[in-house]
């Protein structure tokens, strides 16, 4: 795990457990990682989300999601803006992802949300991560 980008574990970690079909992770927590995770399963792409509280560090304890013959819900899931280069988007400029299939994850001013949510309150933000 690198100190250096959160997020990028986070999704690294989701990605990794979905490939070899595990049923839930734990990770350190973090209120962005928090934050991501939720709009993840409000999405629907994660079945659970919840965090539990430990010494030294809160644990994010996330459960993935799968079809009901055991096919994956998140087919791709990537960084796309890092700690070296941040990505900012407007509104006018969230295409949705696959024909609206797949959702950006925005880190804007209200907060962590989808691009649908960003578009429909009309707010851009950094745009951290793409899932389909």
């Known amino acids: ?4 980008d959160p997020i990028g574990d986070l999704l690294t970690a989701i990605r990794n457990a979905n490939e070899i079909g595990k049923k839930s992770l734990v990770l ?3 209120v962005l ?7 993840l399963k409000e999405e629907g792409y994660l079945a659970n989300v919840s965090v ?16 009901p013959d055991g096919e994956r819900v998140i087919r791709t899931i990537e960084r796309v803006s890092t700690p070296g ?8 400029e969230l295409v949705p992802v696959l024909k609206g299939l797949g959702i950006y994850v925005l880190s804007t001013s209200k907060g962590v949300m989808s691009d649908r949510a960003a578009r429909a ?3 851009g933000g950094e745009v951290l991560a793409k899932i389909y």
């Open 1 to 4: 795990m690198s100190m250096t």
């Open 28 to 30: 350190p927590a973090s």
């Open 33 to 39: 990682k928090v934050h991501v995770a939720q709009v």
């Open 52 to 67: 539990e509280p430990a010494v030294p560090q809160s644990k994010l304890k996330v459960d993935l999601k799968y079809g």
């Open 85 to 92: 280069r941040r990505v900012y988007s407007s509104p006018k």
């Open 121 to 123: 309150q009309n707010i």
